[in-house]
């Protein structure tokens, strides 16, 4: 068995050694898919990875890399896809332009929760954004001049471009998908690795002491809140327009429970832990599906089995590259030796 | 290293069955490729299908909150499709009902949509419990021309949704007109409403003012008090007192069992008096069981009583209750007859394809369990209703006091 995880070490340095050739080569293969693939079935259900993969990303700015936790996530998902949906749908916008309001539906509901949140963690924070999903929730059901209430919204638009229909068929959502993903994986290593990313994991790692540097803590607390909104309400107009009909119920509790067993699974604070997490628990009640009455049994007991053996998450704490300092930045020598010596030290 | 060991073997696991799944997708691909290649081809594989069975899929929660009522849905089906395999099938061939479970979640159903509309050895889709659900689902099933039969959507627009999309279900006007003409009988001039803040109960809450307002001086009642409450309510003490002060004669309440019980009883604490008339999601034994006595004297219509003289709904409810273990549902009723006016469609048509299928479906007019199964220009089948009223903890028939709602405003509306 320790053979095995040597080999997997020496296959992600390989990997990170070639980065170059092997991240086309990925896209390649991925860009690919739909024609290798004719199902319908199987490509929507790779768009719904890749929705869970960047709502994943999302609350990972917030529960990964500044260790808060957010029970009510799917509100933010459920505002880009309302104001996505809404305007799509009412107003007969095009796609790309509701898909920006829906990226600033998310983001405002993120500042409103922000700010709600400023001040709190632990177990309060969770309880807050508990109630927050339970708000959005009431309010669209009950705003029923704008909302439309519990009876949903209907004939979403679907993106075109250049008068090309996008569909499931035609694998246009497909590739849409893994352009937003691209975004999400993109904009998380942006602020992994900007001055933003370090206050953030500060917070994370000690709030009072970040304070004492000098970190303004509530500002960088509502602006990740903000930026994760954002990710969460460009999933949500995704889905709204692949959906073609949003109601309130497709936007649950259960949702938010979704994207939070996946961040725990995938392993706090690794993108590419969302991404192989979301490949997993959302493929698996599918494949599972023969099992039929229990599926949801097995399910639930691998999770339990990988909480018992891995509780760090599937990709958690795999990450053996040193912490790289930022540009301008060296250490003393005798803290430069013993750094080299521990090699281990684990970023996000 | 325990531990590292159990955490690869499970990723193998995982990795395996996902690499499985991935296969039997490829081969479903394949064969959806070769049932859509070209025409030519066509003729050749409906001569190499005719021995093969007719596959119908039915869709409904199986797990998750509403599985009571797929699990029974399913089983109606199944007794319907049971009943065609031992007269010897339809068209010569045996009929194959497969089930899959949405667990009442839009983007699982929309997934199974997918598979469905992917799998061309289906010929039609039966089910999907909630309106919502069933609609996103439905966009799928009409892109691709595959025809859907629902037995339990309250939505409006849900028939609107295409040519291929069906329901047999009481709709919304069906419904409020019902309750005006059961308001009339019981003499009332004061009604209150409540129903659930979702999308049945709001369409039957906007249906009943409609209603009201297009042929108000034709009903004796008044609509004093509409409220709405949220699912999952308990406490209505204080809805009770809104009520109360409205001074209403009669209540109506659309909602599940489960909310309409402690809200009858908490009432019936308040008002000896008042009169309760419910839909059909409250004729159910359980309905009886949770309300005790302060059921009885509540009245409601539904297109389906089990107890009735009528043999086959006798031959129905009795199969049902043997491989289900209760007297069935309204909803399982219809989608029993749902089923049937598929297998009729594909006898007319001598067809199990699925464009034959859309174009027989609404032409159909036979006599099933639930009524007279017909459906309009949108798609919906317009319910006729009996009264019941709960006496001693029984459910029993008051004849010839309802009438339909064609019948009613040919009578009213000159």
Not at chain 1, 195 to 204: D, E, M, T, W
Not at chain 1, 246 to 261: G, P, V
Not at chain 2, 222 to 231: I, R, T
Request: proline letters at 3%; glycine letters at 10%; a negative charge.
């Amino acid at each position: 068995m320790k053979i095995l995880g040597e080999i997997y070490a020496k296959f992600t340095d390989f990997l990170d050694a070639k980065k170059k050739i092997v991240i086309p080569v990925l896209y390649l293969v991925l860009i690919l898919v739909p024609f290798l693939f004719k199902s319908q079935y199987f490509l929507r259900v790779l768009c719904l990875i890749g929705i869970y993969a960047i709502l994943t990303m999302s609350l990972n700015l917030i529960a990964g890399y500044m260790g808060q936790t957010s029970m009510g996530h799917a509100a933010l998902y459920c505002l880009g896809g309302y104001f996505s949906g809404l305007l799509g749908s009412k107003l007969g916008w095009p796609f790309w332009i509701t898909l920006i309001f829906g990226i600033i539906g998310g983001a405002i509901g993120g500042l409103v929760l922000g700010i709600a949140t400023m001040r709190l963690s632990g177990s309060y924070l969770a309880v807050i954004t508990l109630a927050f999903g339970e708000v959005v929730e009431m309010i669209i059901l009950n705003f029923n001049s704008v909302t439309n209430g519990p009876l949903g919204v209907r004939n979403i638009p679907r993106p075109s471009l250049f008068g090309w229909e996008f569909t499931t068929s035609n694998g246009g959502f497909y590739w849409l998908m893994l352009v937003l993903v691209t975004i999400a994986v993109l904009v998380s290593l942006a602020v992994l690795k900007s001055k933003f990313g370090r206050a953030v994991i500060a917070i994370k790692e000690d709030e009072l002491a970040a304070k004492l540097m000098g970190v303004n803590t509530a500002k960088y607390r509502v602006q990740t809140i903000i930026l994760s909104g954002a990710m969460a309400g460009m999933a949500g107009a995704f889905y709204a327009s692949m959906n073609r009909y949003i109601d309130a119920n497709s936007f649950n509790f259960d949702i938010s429970m979704t994207i939070l067993c996946i961040v725990i699974f995938g392993g706090l604070g690794s993108i590419p832990g969302m991404i192989v997490g979301s490949i997993l628990l959302i493929s698996f009640p599918e494949v599972l599906r023969a099992l039929a009455d229990y599926r949801f049994v097995v399910y639930g007991l691998l999770l339990i089995l990988m909480m018992r053996f891995r509780p760090q998450g599937l990709m958690g704490g795999l990450s053996k590259k040193p912490y790289k300092l930022p540009r301008g930045v060296t250490l003393p020598k005798a803290l430069q030796a013993r750094k080299e010596g521990s090699k281990g030290k684990q970023v996000g | 290293m325990k531990k590292k060991s159990m955490c690869l073997l499970l990723t193998l696991v995982m990795a395996a069955s996902i690499l499985t799944g991935c296969g039997d997708k490829k081969s479903e691909s394949t064969q959806a490729e070769a049932g859509s290649s070209s025409k030519d081809a066509d003729t050749t594989q409906a001569a190499d299908n005719s021995k093969e069975d007719i596959t119908l899929a039915f869709v409904g929660p199986q797990t998750g909150d509403n599985a009571e009522y797929g699990k029974s849905m399913k089983t109606a089906a199944q007794i319907a499709v049971d009943e065609w395999n031992e007269k010897g099938g339809v068209i010569g061939r045996k009929i194959k009902l497969v089930d899959f479970d949405d667990a009442n979640s839009s983007e699982q159903a929309a997934s199974i949509a997918e598979k469905i509309v992917g799998d061309s050895s289906i010929s039609a889709v039966l089910g999907h419990f909630s309106s919502g659900v069933g609609m996103t689902a439905g966009e799928v099933y009409q892109e691709s021309g595959i025809a859907l039969i629902n037995g339990s959507a309250a939505h409006m627009d849900f028939a609107k949704v295409g040519d291929c999309i069906f329901r047999n279900n009481a709709i919304y006007t069906t419904d409020a007109n019902t309750m005006l003409q059961i308001m009339d009988y019981l003499g009332v001039k004061k009604i209150g409403t409540i129903n659930p803040n979702n999308d049945a109960g709001v369409a039957v809450t906007t249906a009943i003012q409609d209603m009201l307002e297009r042929y108000g001086d034709q009903y004796s009642g008044e609509l004093v008090l509409a409220e709405l409450y949220e699912d999952g309510t308990v406490d209505f003490t204080a809805t009770v007192a809104k009520f109360q002060q409205a001074g209403v004669e009669a209540i109506y309440s659309s909602g599940p069992y489960s909310a309409t019980a402690p809200f009858i009883q908490q009432y019936r604490e308040k008002d000896k008096d008042v009169k309760f008339v419910m839909s059909a999601a409250c004729f159910s034994q359980e309905f009886i069981e949770l309300a005790g006595k302060d059921a009885n004297g509540v009245v409601l219509g539904t297109s389906f009583f089990y107890e009735s003289e009528d043999p086959a709904i006798q031959s129905f409810a009795k199969k049902f209750e043997e491989a289900y273990g209760s007297n069935p549902s309204t909803f399982a009723a219809q989608v029993y007859d749902a089923t049937n006016a598929i297998l009729y469609a594909i006898e007319a048509g001598n067809s199990a394809e699925r464009a034959d299928i859309v174009k027989n479906l609404p032409n159909t007019d036979f006599q099933g369990v639930t009524g007279k199964i017909t459906f309009d220009e949108e798609g919906n089948c317009l319910k006729e209703q009996v009264l019941l009223e709960i006496e001693d903890g029984k459910y029993v028939e008051i004849p010839d006091v309802l009438k339909s709602q064609a019948d009613w405003e040919a009578e009213h509306i000159k």
